[in-house]
């Protein structure tokens, strides 16, 4: 039995038997799954299904998330809101502030007013009026070039290198997970197994984490290139998604990345929607239309 739920904060939602009744469930449950189902909706214009057996570790993510990352969600959703330049976007404090791990109005009138001063953003709405009323926004010029460009001009807008485990186990991660993923979020990815090069392997490697918008790092199997890519993305400025198989977690995490979030991940189906979920949510759409894959 599934449960069809109504919240003012988060729109509709489902959740499933076991998970509604729970201490976690129903109308008055924990806030931060309240949070997840508006920014699933969001992102993919479903709503989310929430289920005993993920709802704890989904709130855990969402109620851990870095002053660093709300910037970049509440970013994000302008964009998406944005379908042309001098788009006037509302938000309501009031109403809006689980459009990003924000506990309360307060908090998200932080992250709005934070960008206004970056000068990402201005207001076209009434400056001043209470919470209640209108406010609307703009990205500004230096908004847009920043969520269009990049710390480093030899990076390509929409191109994505994926770290990770060459072994036959592995090989459906990637075709029906990271992959997918990326492309149906509008990214193109460049995995070194199926890059055709006749130059030296490392240099190949650190050219193309250069040209990448952004990395996946998958820790399964903690191998030290992994790790020593991610870093060199780090350095460059570059974000890093990391991933990991659940049961090898604890086993290949490293103490110099534990500290940072890793999508955990069940079977490649799983994979495929928490990484797309969340890239959209943190870098928006790419620039690239999704299209089938070719056999």
Known sequence: MVYSVKCDLCGPYRMNFPAYHTPLGG??????????????????????????????????????????????????????????????????????????DARDPAELTFYVNYLCEAGLITRTGSIGAALHDKQTYQLTYKGWNHVLGTSATSAEHGRVFVAMWFHAEMESAYKDGIEPALRSAGYEPVCMNAVFHNDDINFTILAEI???????????????????????????????????????????????????????????????????????????SGPHPSKPRMR
């Open 27 to 100: 109308p008055a449950g924990n806030f931060w799954l309240r949070a997840a189902a508006r920014q699933y909706r969001e992102v993919t214009g479903k709503p989310i299904l929430i289920t005993l057996e993920e709802m704890e570790s989904l709130a855990e993510e969402h109620a851990s998330t870095s002053v660093a990352q709300n910037v970049t969600k509440l970013l994000n959703y302008l964009v998406r809101h944005s379908p042309r330049p001098a788009t006037d976007v509302q938000v309501v404090a009031g109403q809006d502030y689980t459009i990003i």
């Open 210 to 284: 250069r040209r990448a918008q952004f990395i996946v790092a998958d820790i399964t199997g903690a191998r030290g290139g992994v790790y020593f890519e991610a870093g060199f993305a780090k350095a460059l400025g570059r974000e890093v998604f990391f991933t990991c198989r659940e049961d090898r977690f604890n086993l290949d995490k490293h103490f110099d990345t534990e500290h940072f979030q890793h999508t955990k991940w069940g079977n490649p189906a799983e994979l495929q929607a928490k990484l797309r979920e969340k890239v959209l949510a943190l870098k928006g």
